[in-house]
C-alpha cells in the first residue's frame, strides 16, 4: 500500500476585472435598475454584493472605468456566447490545390475546374499546378499554356496572381476569388402628395 501524498492546496482561481480583482480608485457603476453612478470601486463592490451580483469591469480604458453589477456567471455564458457568434461569421481562406499533368485530358480538365470554381465561390483560394515527370519537362510550353486557358476558363470567377511560375518539376498559378461589390442601396421615392384644397374665401 503506497503512503498517502501531500499535494500542495490548489490556490482559487482568481477572476480577472471582477469584485475585488478590479485595481482602479473609482468606477462608473451601472446596475440593473439602470442607474449609473461614479463610486468608489469598494462602494461600488459592496452595492453590488447587496443586490446578490458581482461588480464585473466591462469597460476598462474609459474614463472612468465603466463596471457593471451583474451575474458573473450569467457574463461568461454572454461572452462566450458572442466569441462563438464571431466565430461563425468569421471565414477562413484556404488555397485549394489541383494537380494537372501537361497532357490532361478534357474531360478531367472539365471536372477540376468544376472544382475550382466551387472553391472560388466559397471564398477559396485556387492554387492550379502541373507536373512534369522525366521527360515531360522538356515541355514546360504546354504547362503554361494549359494554366493560362485554366485561368481564361475562370476568368468570371477569379483573377489570377502573377503569371504562372515553374519551380522545380512543377508549375503554378495561384487564383484570387472577385471581390463581390455590396449592391448599393435603393433610394426610395416618396409618392407625390395630392394638392391641398383652396381655402374658402
Known amino acids: ?9 490548489r490556490r482559487p482561481r482568481i477572476r480577472e476585472n471582477v469584485n475585488e480583482a478590479i485595481r482602479v480608485r473609482e468606477v462608473r457603476a451601472v446596475f440593473p435598475d439602470g442607474t449609473v453612478e461614479i463610486l468608489p470601486t469598494q462602494a461600488a463592490i459592496r452595492r453590488a454584493q447587496e443586490l446578490g451580483l458581482d461588480l464585473i469591469l466591462v469597460s476598462p480604458t474609459a474614463e472612468p472605468p465603466v463596471a457593471k453589477a451583474m451575474d458573473y456567471g450569467q457574463w461568461q455564458y454572454e461572452q462566450k456566447k458572442k466569441q462563438h457568434e464571431a466565430k461563425k461569421k468569421q471565414h477562413v481562406i484556404q488555397v ?12 478531367d480538365y472539365e471536372f477540376k475546374m468544376n472544382h475550382a470554381i466551387r472553391f472560388l465561390k466559397e471564398g477559396n483560394r485556387v492554387k492550379a499546378v502541373v507536373q512534369f ?14 494554366l493560362q486557358r485554366f485561368s481564361g ?7 489570377v496572381e502573377g503569371q504562372p511560375r515553374l519551380e522545380g518539376r512543377n508549375c503554378h498559378v495561384i487564383i484570387s476569388p472577385l471581390k463581390t461589390k455590396e449592391p448599393a442601396p435603393k433610394k426610395v421615392e416618396k409618392a407625390p402628395q395630392p394638392p391641398l384644397p383652396a381655402s374658402p374665401r
Open 1 to 9: 500500500m503506497y503512503p498517502p501524498r501531500n499535494f500542495p492546496p
Open 96 to 107: 485549394k490545390e489541383l494537380k494537372f499533368r501537361p497532357n490532361t485530358d478534357d474531360h
Open 133 to 146: 515527370r522525366g521527360r515531360e519537362i522538356a515541355h514546360v510550353d504546354l504547362g503554361q499554356k494549359l
Open 153 to 159: 476558363d475562370l476568368a468570371s470567377y477569379g483573377q
